[in-house]
């Protein structure tokens, strides 16, 4: 069983599909029992048909877990819209999360070590410095960003290593948690999961988001905020113990 099944596997079998949407940056779901679940959406290419070609236009009373099979789709959107369907129904256990910005833990730990950032975050200038030395891996590189293809060989040479959630979108996460064994791993951002799962995989903290007000998240996204003008989302993290 792979990663997505076995976190679908974690849903529970009578959530609904409240609301879905998608923007510019952003896609959502919310579930029937008032939870939302957010993604991080990657533009598809003019081969690739919109709206997602297999996802019905009516979802809500739909299975949560229904529309988080696609979250292993090859289409960008809906694979968006599967991973938000996860993140709804995967609630983190109250007494094990905490409010909390990743970026100090990150700083903290990769102090004089060696640090992968699998993704170009905005935190990257604050804690490259701080390592004894830092690899940026990114699919769309910026300045000294090295490619996608350099992603297992800087793994290899590091102690620690922070992965965007994103990767989860695109289908690569698994295959990153395998090269990342051993390593002390961050998995950073709104399309994170919080499930236990993520742990036997070997990641050590799960740094994600937390809606509190769906309405607003929901019209903002529909309006192509990106995920920092979002207002009343907490970011909390829970660290494996």
């Known amino acids: 069983m792979g990663l997505i099944e076995k976190l679908i596997s974690q849903i529970p079998s009578d959530l609904k ?11 959502g779901v919310i579930a029937s029992n008032g ?11 003019h081969r690739q048909a919109f709206p997602a070609p297999k996802i019905e236009p009516e979802v809500k009373g739909m299975p949560l877990k ?10 960008p959107l809906e694979s968006a819209l599967g991973v938000s369907a996860l993140n709804a129904g995967l609630a983190p256990p109250p007494d094990k999360v905490t409010e909390k910005n990743a970026r100090e833990l990150i ?30 891996v ?11 293809e350099a992603t297992e060989r800087v793994i290899k040479d590091a102690e620690v290593v922070v992965i965007t959630a994103s990767t989860l979108v695109n289908n690569t996460l698994e295959k990153i948690l395998n090269w990342a064994k051993d390593k002390f791993v961050f998995l950073v951002g709104p399309s994170a999961p919080f499930s ?37 989302v907490h970011k909390v993290i829970w660290e494996r113990k």
């Open 138 to 148: 990114e699919r769309e590189p910026q300045e000294d960003d090295l490619p996608e």
């Open 107 to 136: 700083k903290e730990k990769a102090r004089d070590l060696n640090l992968a950032l699998i993704g170009h975050f905005p935190f990257t200038n604050e804690v490259a410095p701080l390592a004894r030395q830092c690899w940026v």
């Open 17 to 27: 599909v409240e609301q879905a949407v998608v923007g510019v940056y952003l896609a």
């Open 196 to 232: 236990s799962i993520l742990f036997e995989l070997g990641v050590d903290v799960i740094a994600g988001a937390e809606v509190l007000d769906t309405e607003d998240c929901f019209s903002r996204i529909m309006l192509g905020y990106p995920f920092r003008a979002l207002k009343k």
């Open 66 to 75: 229904y529309l988080a099979e696609f979250a292993g789709s090859d289409h």
């Open 35 to 45: 939870r939302m679940g957010l993604a991080t959406v990657y533009p598809p290419s």
